[in-house]
């Protein structure tokens, strides 16, 4: 998509998804959630895959959010065995194309066996894609207002011990104490199946991020819709609060 120079610099470098729809497109199809929750994992890599013809650089996916503990058991049962099965299924994928795997959020409450898998391919990914052509962050029982409590409490500890002197605090400080802080704060953020909320996700990093909402399901969402969405942020102009002179 991107032809020239000018229009590689216009290439989002971090896009975030709250990917959405996964119950509604089973529902529509007469079938249980599980099954929308399968299409929707599978269509991850395809995603990932149009992210990297394009440049991307990093690509954050809301998984599991801490709010999806409410759900039923046989549901969450489902998603921590897609989970797993992603993460085996998927690795050698991911190294053999130079793909990073990370994760933000508290996995702590997981299965200890879905935490293993996911620590594994980490280490895995980390040490055999040193110079990857992109990362991948999967956010994983994340939410902002929990991302902020965790880093309050580290914040906390770092004063009391003289580790953090608070009359040099900035918007930087802040940042180094979230989940991302390795991370640059996502340009694009989308979210797909027609709900425009932005759901506890990334409520800091995103401050000045441009959004994009399509009413398309998540298991629908298609490499065209992915460079759909591209195209349009490529079009916009980002001011930060500043006007064009």
């Not at 055999?128 to 880093?151: Q, W």
Request: glycine share 4%.
């Amino acid at each position: 998509m991107a032809e020239n120079i000018d229009e590689m610099r216009k290439i989002p470098c971090h896009v975030a998804i709250i990917m959405d729809g996964n119950g509604r497109w089973a529902k529509a199809r007469n079938k249980e959630r599980a099954f929308g929750h399968r299409a929707g994992s599978e269509n991850v890599i395809k995603v990932v895959e149009a992210a990297c013809d394009l440049g991307i650089k990093y690509i954050t996916l809301y998984a599991f959010s801490t709010e999806n503990w409410k759900r039923p058991q046989s549901e969450k049962k489902a998603l921590f065995s897609l989970l797993n099965e992603f993460y085996k299924k998927e690795i050698k994928r991911l190294i053999k194309n130079n793909i990073l795997i990370k994760h933000i959020g508290d996995i702590s409450l997981f299965p200890k066996k879905t935490q293993d898998i996911i620590a594994a391919a980490e280490a895995e990914t980390l040490v055999k894609c040193s110079d990857p052509i992109i990362t991948v962050i999967l956010a994983l029982n994340y939410g902002s207002f929990d991302e902020l409590r965790r880093g309050l409490i580290s914040f906390s500890h770092d004063i009391k011990n003289n580790i953090l002197d608070i009359d040099n605090i900035n918007n930087e400080t802040i940042f180094n104490y979230l989940d991302t802080k390795d991370v640059p704060s996502p340009d694009l953020l989308i979210r797909t199946s027609g709900e425009c909320r932005l759901s506890n996700f990334l409520l800091l990093q995103i401050a000045y991020s441009e959004l994009y909402f399509t009413n398309t399901l998540w298991p629908d969402f298609s490499k065209e819709e992915f460079s759909k969405s591209i195209t349009s942020y490529m079009k916009r102009d980002r001011r930060y609060g500043g006007i064009d002179l």
